[in-house]
C-alpha cells in the first residue's frame, strides 16, 4: 500500500477542499493518505483581517517527514504565476533532504487555484514541478483521461498538469463538482503509479 501526502497551503479553504478531494481519490486508488499544511507565515491578526480561514482541520507538516511518504501531491494557490511564499519557505527547509536524496524516485505531483481562469494555474504547476523535480521525484500530471478538463460548456480548473480551481475575484467560487472530480481522479492516478513504483 502507497503512503501519500497531501501537502497544501490554503488561505480562503479552496485548495482545503480540493485537498480532502485530493486524498479521497487516493484512498479510492488503496492509498494511505495523509492531509497536512504547510505553517502560516502571516501574523494572526492580519491573516484574519485579510478573511483567512483559521480552522482548518488538517495539522501543520514538517519538512523532515516529507522522507517517510512514497507519494507528495503539493497543492498551493498562486501568487503571480508561482506557489504562495508560505509553501515556497516550507520547500526551502528541505536542503537537507536533497542533500541526502531522501525523496529521490519518490512520486509528485500538484495542484493550484487562481482568481481567474488565467491567472497563473499551469505556471504555478510547472513551478512546483520544477521544485519535486529538483528533489529527483518523478512528476505526475493529470492525463486527459480525465476527461472533465475537456468541457467547453462551463467555467472550470484542470490541466494535463494538475488539477486545479478557479476561486472567483473575492474568493466567492467554491471548487465545482468537475474540479473536485479531477481533484479525486489526480489523487487516485497519483496513488496508482506510486504503488506500482514501491512494489
Do not use: C
Not at 63 to 89: F, N
Not at 128 to 133: A, D, P, R, S
Not at 135 to 164: K, R
Not at 177 to 194: I, N, S, Y
Request: zero cysteines; a negative charge.
Amino acid at each position: 500500500m502507497a503512503k501519500v501526502l497531501v501537502l497544501y497551503y490554503s488561505m480562503y479553504g479552496h485548495l482545503e477542499t480540493m485537498a480532502n478531494a485530493v486524498a479521497e481519490g487516493a484512498r479510492s486508488a488503496g492509498a494511505e493518505a495523509v492531509v497536512k499544511r504547510v505553517p502560516e507565515l502571516m501574523p494572526a491578526e492580519f491573516f484574519a483581517r485579510s478573511g483567512g480561514k483559521a480552522d482548518q482541520a488538517a495539522p501543520v507538516a514538517t519538512p523532515q517527514e516529507l522522507a517517510e511518504y512514497d507519494a507528495i501531491i503539493v497543492g498551493s494557490p498562486t501568487r503571480y504565476g508561482r506557489m504562495a511564499s508560505q509553501m515556497a519557505q516550507f520547500w526551502d527547509q528541505t536542503g537537507g533532504l536533497w542533500f541526502t536524496n531522501a525523496l529521490v524516485g519518490k512520486v509528485g505531483a500538484a495542484f493550484t487555484s487562481t482568481a481567474t481562469q488565467h491567472g497563473g494555474q499551469e505556471t504555478t504547476l510547472m513551478a512546483i514541478h520544477t521544485q519535486l523535480l529538483h528533489m529527483g521525484m518523478v512528476v505526475v500530471g493529470l492525463p486527459y483521461t480525465a476527461a472533465q478538463q475537456m468541457t467547453l460548456d462551463e467555467i472550470t480548473g484542470g490541466s494535463p498538469y494538475g488539477a486545479s480551481t478557479i476561486a472567483g475575484g473575492q474568493g466567492q467560487r467554491q471548487p465545482s463538482v468537475g474540479e473536485l472530480e479531477m481533484a479525486r481522479f489526480q489523487g487516485a492516478h497519483v496513488a496508482r503509479v506510486a504503488a506500482k513504483l514501491v512494489g
